[in-house]
């Protein structure tokens, strides 16, 4: 898997290239964090529609893994624009929601 070292390393060099005068903010990437995330969502709906043998359009679990990895890739943008490491706040959040509920499990990222 990527880690969100490496994603944000492209994701720098890339918004170079694609906002060059550094136009798209917060809002911007909100929405477009939500649209991603409305994309995934019709996609998980169209898979379980097929599950359940209902009629309509249909997906693959490929189209659901791009909707996926785009609403990771928008995330990624907004810690980004507001200087969040996301690899140890992901650590902080899962294991705080162990610690919350009593589970044992804990998440230790990759050394950077």
Known sequence: MTTHTT???????????WDKEGWI????????????????????????????????SRATVGELADEL??????ADLIAMQYGIDLDA?????????????GLDTRFQPADR
């Open 7 to 17: 994603l944000r390393a492209a994701n720098v060099a890339r918004q170079r290239e």
């Open 25 to 56: 903010d917060a809002a911007y990437r909100g929405n477009e964090l939500a649209g991603e995330v409305g994309e995934a969502c019709n996609v998980i709906k169209k898979l379980e529609r097929e599950r359940h043998g209902i009629m309509g």
């Open 69 to 74: 990895a785009d609403v990771i890739i928008c």
């Open 89 to 101: 706040a992901v650590a902080r959040k899962f294991n705080a929601t162990s610690e919350k509920v």
